[in-house]
Structures are given as C-alpha cells and as structure tokens.
C-alpha cells in the first residue's frame, strides 16, 4: 500500500508543480533549466500515475508494481498458475493502469510515426520545390511572398526560409534569424517538443497539459534567441522577430493563434537583458529535476 | 537522383497535356539520359503520388498530380504552422499575429527603429 500512495503523491506533486511551474517567472531567465524542469514533471506524473493504479492492483502479490505486472503477464501467458485471482478494486486498478500505461505509449509512438512521416513528405516537396540561394548558402529557398522561416529537424537537419522573408529582413536580421535556426537544430529542440504536442493531443481537454505545451514552446523559442545572441546581434533578432509578427501577408485562420504568442515576451528578453538565475538556483532545480525522475522508478520497484 | 527527380518535375509541371516517358526524355536538356533511367524516375515520382498515369496504347502518359502552386501552398501551410495540429514536425522562428497583439507589435517596431 505504501508504495502506491507515494506513487499517488507524487503523481499529485508532479500536477501541483505543473501548475505552478505554468504561472512561475524565474523560467524565462532560465530557459533550458526550466525545460529540464518540464521535462522530468512530465515523465515522472505519466510514470507515478501509471504506478499508482498498478502498484495498488498488484498489491496482493506483494512485490510492487514492476516485478507484479512481470509476474501477472507470465501468469497470464501460462495460464495463471501460481497466482491468486485479484478482487474488484484491485482488477479495476489493474484495467486503468494497463490501460493508461497503452495510451500513454501509444501516443508517444503514433505521434513519432506521424511527425517523420509529415517531415519525409516535407522533405520530399523541398527537394521539388526549395532552390538554393547563393547569398545565403546552405539555406533553401522556398519562393512564396509569406514570411517563414523554419528549420525541419533530423539527422541532416535543413533551415529553410521563403522569398517573402528575404525581401523583409535586412541582411543582419536574417543572420539573426538563421542562428535561431541553427540553434533549434543544433539542440534538437524537436525531441523536447515531440512528447508535449503528443500528450496535448491526447489530452487536449486538459489546461494543465495545454500550458505545459505552450510554455515548453515559448521557452524553447527563448533557449534558441539565447543561443542565437551569441553569434549576432539580439537587437537585430528582436527586430527580425516584430517584422515576423507583424508580416500577416497571409491570412491567419480564426482561433488558430491565441491572444499571446509571446512574441513580445521574447523581444523584451532581448531589448533589456534580465539578469542571469543565480547558479545555486539553477543547479538546485536541475537537481530537484534528477530527483523527481529517479523516484518514480523506484517506487515502480517498492514491494508494498 | 533529386536533381532529375527536379527537372522531371519541372517538365511535367510546364507541360498542359500527358506526355510519354520519350517525350519526358527528349525535353531533358544537356543529358544524355537512357530512356530506363527516364523510366524509373517517372515510376518513383507516380508511387510517391507526385505524377498520374494512364495507358495510352503501349506506352504510359504522364501528368502531374498537383500544380507547382499547390505543392507551395503545402509548404507554406505547414512552414507557418496552419495545418491546425500542433505538432513538433518543423521548428519555426515565429508566427504572424494578429489583432490586437500585432498593433502592439507595430509599435514596439517603430520605437526600436526610431532609437
């Protein structure tokens, strides 16, 4: 019983923290410190609510969650010997677990399969379509009068821009831009975002869920600028990033865009430079970060 | 082989009517193409849906499945992320905005272009 109750609790922790974490301002002076955060409040919520309802189910056999769901499939492929039967609550708990335990995989890996499949055909049309431009070697070159810009990620990742955003940069701006880029494909921040559109997809009634991905989006946006201020100037990035807003050469559909992108709160990050986290903090939080994914293992391993 | 994949494309997109796999071969210019080479990439754009074929007599006929301008549109819909999912597919540098939002956008334009 004591392991499922912690699982519970910190299934509850991971929610709270979610919560919080959604409405908490330190995180945009610490971007990446702030997706690692996310990063283990997702995993271990997905981890300690599966656990809980499992480790309650297999309560009985008294070996914990991990070692009673291994025991339980062996039993159920033999036949069932050597186990004794489970009553309601717990064969309900057993459903709910599995059950959730399936969706959560199964959504990470159709939202994988779906995401490389969108990227081969993208690809596919870019090799068609996409020129190369002399003056900016390296980058393809879609001809359309829209402002995008964009990087479509992979092991040979490509940064791809349009006519559109050629004749509205000046040529500092779109270095800018192009770090930007190369800074989402350096860091791989697709990987980050992948499990986050995927819960949201399969949770799109969830608030918590939602603002986690749109505040995992943001601060990835943020990670990339941080990146980016490095090799140009964040003047002309934050520049580039209005003339971005505010191109609406193509129509945007109703609804599509919330009432904050959070445009503006990248280009005041780069106009007044926020001074850094205190390190002691960032490192207190990465640490509470490790800690939080190790204890959901562990306790899937807790006998009760 | 996306070099010719391209210049096919390029053909077929200029071309009104269906052309056979030899006419596709003839417009090819500066190379000197064997007409199974020809062949073959025809075959591939067909099974990736970027051609359609129908029989004419012995020979196949060529056309594009979509114009130039609809393969940009697709591009474009999902550089700018309006295909409506989100999903983590591309990474992009930022989206239009509209509304309220885009005015105070324009302002803040005008007053880093003015300092």
Same mark, same amino acid.
């Given at each position: 019983m004591i392991a499922a109750a912690a699982l519970a609790a910190l299934a509850i922790v991971c929610a709270v923290g979610a919560w919080r974490l959604n409405s908490a301002r330190w995180t945009t002076r610490a971007p990446h410190t702030a997706v690692v955060l996310w990063q283990a409040l997702g995993v271990t919520w997905g981890l300690a609510t599966t656990g809980a309802l499992l480790a309650y189910a297999f309560e009985p056999y008294g070996k914990g969650a991990l070692l009673g769901l291994r025991d339980f499939l062996v039993a159920a492929y033999t036949g069932g010997h050597g186990t004794m039967p489970l009553d309601l609550p717990h064969v309900l708990a057993l459903i709910a677990g599995m059950t959730m335990f399936t969706v959560l995989v199964a959504v990470l890996v159709g939202a994988t399969f779906q995401t490389l499949r969108a990227r081969r055909r993208h690809r596919m049309l870019l090799a068609l379509i996409a020129r190369d431009e002399p003056g900016v070697p390296g980058v393809r070159v879609v001809d359309h009068p829209g402002a995008a810009a964009y990087c479509v990620p992979g092991l040979r990742s490509q940064v791809v821009v349009s006519a559109g955003t050629l004749a509205l940069l000046s040529p500092d701006e779109l270095t800018a831009v192009l770090a930007h880029e190369a800074a989402h494909a350096r860091e791989r921040h697709d990987l980050v975002l992948l499990p986050f559109a995927a819960l949201c997809r399969a949770m799109p009634f969830s608030g918590v869920v939602r603002g986690a991905q749109s505040s995992v989006e943001l601060l990835i946006e943020m990670a990339a600028d941080d990146r980016a201020r490095r090799f140009c100037s964040p003047r002309r990035l934050a520049t580039a990033l209005l003339r971005f807003g505010t191109a609406g050469s193509v129509p945007t559909p109703s609804g /599509?865009?919330? /009432?904050?992108?959070g445009v503006m709160a990248r280009v005041e990050r780069l106009i007044t430079p926020q001074s850094a986290l205190p390190r002691r903090f960032r490192i207190s939080v990465v640490g509470f970060a490790v800690m939080l994914s190790a204890s959901a293992p562990l306790l899937w391993l807790l006998p009760s | 082989m996306g070099e010719l994949e391209r210049s096919i494309m390029d053909i077929l997109w200029a071309q009104n009517s269906p052309v056979t796999a030899r006419e596709v071969g003839r417009l090819i210019e500066g190379r000197d193409l064997a007409p199974t080479t020809v062949m073959t990439v025809l075959d591939r754009l067909t099974r990736k849906g970027f051609l359609i074929r129908t029989r004419d007599g012995r020979a196949w006929r060529y056309q594009s499945a979509g114009t130039r301008d609809t393969y940009v549109a697709e591009l474009m819909l999902e550089a700018l992320g309006m295909t409506g999912d989100r999903d983590a597919a591309l990474t992009r540098f930022a989206q239009a905005v509209s509304g309220s939002e885009a005015e105070i956008l324009r302002k803040a334009l005008t007053e880093l272009e003015e300092e």
């Amino acid at each position: 019983m004591i392991a499922a109750a912690a699982l519970a609790a910190l299934a509850i922790v991971c929610a709270v923290g979610a919560w919080r974490l959604n409405s908490a301002r330190w995180t945009t002076r610490a971007p990446h410190t702030a997706v690692v955060l996310w990063q283990a409040l997702g995993v271990t919520w997905g981890l300690a609510t599966t656990g809980a309802l499992l480790a309650y189910a297999f309560e009985p056999y008294g070996k914990g969650a991990l070692l009673g769901l291994r025991d339980f499939l062996v039993a159920a492929y033999t036949g069932g010997h050597g186990t004794m039967p489970l009553d309601l609550p717990h064969v309900l708990a057993l459903i709910a677990g599995m059950t959730m335990f399936t969706v959560l995989v199964a959504v990470l890996v159709g939202a994988t399969f779906q995401t490389l499949r969108a990227r081969r055909r993208h690809r596919m049309l870019l090799a068609l379509i996409a020129r190369d431009e002399p003056g900016v070697p390296g980058v393809r070159v879609v001809d359309h009068p829209g402002a995008a810009a964009y990087c479509v990620p992979g092991l040979r990742s490509q940064v791809v821009v349009s006519a559109g955003t050629l004749a509205l940069l000046s040529p500092d701006e779109l270095t800018a831009v192009l770090a930007h880029e190369a800074a989402h494909a350096r860091e791989r921040h697709d990987l980050v975002l992948l499990p986050f559109a995927a819960l949201c997809r399969a949770m799109p009634f969830s608030g918590v869920v939602r603002g986690a991905q749109s505040s995992v989006e943001l601060l990835i946006e943020m990670a990339a600028d941080d990146r980016a201020r490095r090799f140009c100037s964040p003047r002309r990035l934050a520049t580039a990033l209005l003339r971005f807003g505010t191109a609406g050469s193509v129509p945007t559909p109703s609804g /599509a865009l919330g /009432a904050n992108s959070g445009v503006m709160a990248r280009v005041e990050r780069l106009i007044t430079p926020q001074s850094a986290l205190p390190r002691r903090f960032r490192i207190s939080v990465v640490g509470f970060a490790v800690m939080l994914s190790a204890s959901a293992p562990l306790l899937w391993l807790l006998p009760s | 082989m996306g070099e010719l994949e391209r210049s096919i494309m390029d053909i077929l997109w200029a071309q009104n009517s269906p052309v056979t796999a030899r006419e596709v071969g003839r417009l090819i210019e500066g190379r000197d193409l064997a007409p199974t080479t020809v062949m073959t990439v025809l075959d591939r754009l067909t099974r990736k849906g970027f051609l359609i074929r129908t029989r004419d007599g012995r020979a196949w006929r060529y056309q594009s499945a979509g114009t130039r301008d609809t393969y940009v549109a697709e591009l474009m819909l999902e550089a700018l992320g309006m295909t409506g999912d989100r999903d983590a597919a591309l990474t992009r540098f930022a989206q239009a905005v509209s509304g309220s939002e885009a005015e105070i956008l324009r302002k803040a334009l005008t007053e880093l272009e003015e300092e």
